[in-house]
Every structure is written in C-alpha cells, then in structure tokens.
C-alpha cells in the first residue's frame, strides 16, 4: 500500500503527497494534491528545468503525466478504496508552463459507475489554461 504524506514545510506544506521513491511519479514530480474548501481536489508542482522541452516550454509528456495524476486524485472518493488503471486520456495542450511558475489542476468526475469512472479537468500556470483532459479509470480490486 502506498502511504500519503503531509508535508510539514515550504511551499507546499498542509497539501499531500505520497511516498513513492523510485517509481516514474516521483522522478517526474513531486506532485501534490489537497481538497479546496468545496471539497474538489487540487493538484501542483512547480515547474523546474527538469520539466522543460527544448524549446524552454513545459514539455507535454509532463503535462499528459500531471494529467494522469490529476485524473486519479480527482476521482479518489469513487475509488472506494480501489485499485484502478487509466484506460483513456485524451488531452488538448493550449499552453506551455514555464521554469518556476506554480503549475495546478482540478476536475470534476463527470460519471462513476460500478468499474468505469470518468473525469475531466483543467491545468494552468498563473492564470493561463495549458490544458484540457478527460479520461476514464477502471478501477478494480488486486488480486491477493
């Protein structure tokens, strides 16, 4: 089981994450994520080098990765305490992010039924969209 943590310092302390050394998630990110006061999750990071294409823009598989994030954080609730697998995630880039701007997501499940749940939500940087993306999750329970 995967354990969340609170972090306790900095720019993100108060929000969540979770303890995943060296898994993909981890390299990428951190990612963070904690409820608004309306109870819709919301998810960043700040966009370091490491995040950037060639071309000095946020390079789109960080985008599609902080989407994926994204896709599962906001459907947290329907999981029921779940495994799931992302089985679609289609995405439209509008803009890139840029070294040092507070990159943020938040959605909404528009449908969750007894396996499929599907989301759609929004990342932006200072007020600028740089994506849409919806997606659908199968959630299941692992095998022992």
């Not at 071309?55 to 947290?76: K, S, V, W």
């Not at 089985?87 to 990159?103: K, M, N, R, Y």
């Amino acid at each position: 089981m995967v354990e969340k943590i609170t972090v306790s310092e900095g720019e993100f302390a108060g929000w969540q994450t979770y303890d995943l050394h060296g898994t993909f998630d981890q390299v990428v990110g951190p990612f963070y994520f904690k409820p608004d006061p309306d109870g819709q999750m919301r998810c960043a990071f700040r966009a370091e080098p490491k995040h950037m294409n060639a071309g000095g823009r946020m390079h789109g598989g960080c985008l599609m990765t902080f989407a994926d994030i994204a896709l599962f954080q906001t459907a947290y609730q329907e999981m029921e305490g779940k495994s799931g697998v992302t089985v679609q995630l289609d995405s439209t880039f509008i803009d890139g992010a840029h070294v040092g701007e507070l990159v943020e997501a938040t959605g909404e499940v528009v449908r969750a039924g007894g396996s499929l749940i599907f989301v759609r939500g929004q990342i932006h940087a200072e007020g600028r969209t740089l994506m849409t993306f919806s997606g659908v999750i199968k959630k299941f329970t692992p095998r022992a």
